[in-house]
């Protein structure tokens, strides 16, 4: 038996290529080894948005090293953005790495696999399944935001057609998901580049039709790009869920337009009213970067106005830092101090506390749709539709049901609750 180990880091686009490739590799015969040094093929799949992530994966690939010396024969693979047009650079840097693979790339990895498959291909048996799971739908990104390495990394953006994706996610929710999140850097874009240019809202309109699929997500829109047709399909199919993901980035005209995103202020906040109005129990997530190039004390408290005004469910902040080859790394003043950066961040993630925990304070006694995703120290834990996170007690196996919990304790991260008396659906 040879074993794999696949290790992962970034945003879902990554996990959900991760996910393909193990499930690839399980049916040329391979399995999953939980430690890294008992695999006979290793994968890294690697992140280059923040310095943080792209430490890790350095720290990973020194690691690696020795995992190569005591044993040669061990396979090593470096996949996603760290992997750029300049593949000799990096041979000569990681000369233990044997391949190296550009982001949802993994066809010379399995062309390796099959060559050195264990003679199990016979006795395959289709991996399990979590109850949720992903599905690219549009690859690469077309925006060119001025901090965001993705575009250089991941190209253009290639939309996946509707009868593909369809097979797909019916192959998947054959094999038990219940949840689909359909990813892409820009989900908006969806479509443009195929030839009857279809839209998000075409997509879920086919998709919700999927027999035994309960739920659909999708991950992550664009301001600019969000389409009065989007939301109405979102506020009218049954199976896709009230949550949406809409980065506003900053609260500051200046700030956004040195961003490049393509908005303004006014025009994320009149989306926001909309998308209120024709869904009003929508749960709102936003990304967030403080300190960046030039943004002064006064432009990060319009972003403390945006987000206090909002109030979004969920808000996922990070320190501004310099990614080479972007726009704004060649031509912008890296001039805030860590030390501010830091304080800014932390100012965001104080509000956001509060904020979440007053939005979460209002479930109380609410009974609310679960699907059951895992057990953790003894409790089962899944999301609403909403994406809270929820954690109960049963002594029956619920995993993959959709449960109805009663909530009986909130905090601004997760919600406490009891089981009502019958299992919805299953
Ligand atoms: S929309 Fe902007 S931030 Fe998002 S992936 Fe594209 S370039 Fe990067």
């Not at 470096?78 to 693979?101: I, N, T, W, Y």
């Not at 006694?365 to 929820?390: A, C, I, P, S």
Request: with cysteine.
């Amino acid at each position: 038996m040879a074993y794999y180990h696949i290790w992962t880091i970034g945003c879902q686009m990554n996990q959900a290529d991760s996910e393909q490739l193990a499930t690839s590799l399980e049916r040329l015969g391979y399995q999953s080894a939980s430690e890294i040094e008992k695999a006979d093929l290793i994968v890294l799949n690697s992140c280059v948005v923040r310095q943080s992530a792209e430490n890790r994966v350095l720290g990973k690939l020194d690691l690696l090293k020795e995992i190569k010396r005591l044993s040669p024969d061990t396979v090593i693979a470096l996949a996603g953005c760290m992997v750029d047009s300049e593949v000799a650079q990096l041979k000569h840097r990681f000369p233990h790495v044997a391949l190296f693979l550009k982001p949802g790339q993994f066809n010379e990895l399995l062309e390796l696999a099959k060559a050195q498959a264990p003679k199990a291909s016979g006795s395959f048996t289709t991996p399990k399944l979590s109850p949720t799971a992903f599905v690219t739908i549009i690859e690469g990104c077309n925006n060119f935001c001025s901090y965001c390495i993705v575009p250089y990394r991941r190209g253009r953006e290639k939309s996946h057609p509707i009868a593909e994706l369809r097979c797909q996610v019916e192959s998947l929710v054959q094999r038990g998901a219940k949840e689909i999140t359909l990813l892409g850097q820009n989900v908006d874009s969806y479509g443009h580049d195929l030839p009857d240019k279809p839209g998000l809202a075409d997509l879920l309109q086919e998709l919700n039709s999927i027999e035994r699929l309960s739920r659909i997500r999708f991950l992550t829109s664009h301001p600019k790009d969000m389409s009065r047709k989007l939301i109405q399909a979102v506020a009218s199919l049954e199976k896709v869920c009230e949550h949406i993901s809409l980065p506003v980035q900053a609260g500051d005209d200046e700030i956004l337009q040195a961003m490049g995103r393509g908005y303004t202020v006014q025009s994320y906040r009149e989306l926001v009213e909309q998308i209120r109005f024709a869904i009003p129990t929508v749960a709102l997530a936003t990304d967030i970067i403080v300190g960046f190039p030039g943004e002064t004390g006064e432009q990060f408290q319009r972003t403390i106005e945006l987000i206090s005004d909002l109030r979004f469910d969920t808000v996922h902040i990070a320190a501004y830092s310099a990614r080479p080859g972007t726009l704004a790394a060649k031509r912008l003043k890296d001039n805030v101090s860590l030390s501010e950066k830091r304080r800014r961040l932390q100012e965001v993630e104080e509000l956001q506390e509060k904020i979440a925990s007053g939005i979460n304070a209002q479930l109380l006694g609410q009974t609310m749709e679960v699907l059951v995703e895992g057990k953790k120290k003894g409790k089962w834990y899944g999301r609403t539709r909403t994406d809270k996170l929820v954690f109960f007690e049963k002594d029956a196996d619920c995993l993959g049901q959709l449960v109805n919990i009663e909530v009986k304790k909130t905090s601004p991260w997760a919600l406490q609750g009891s089981p009502k008396p019958s299992i919805v659906k299953t």
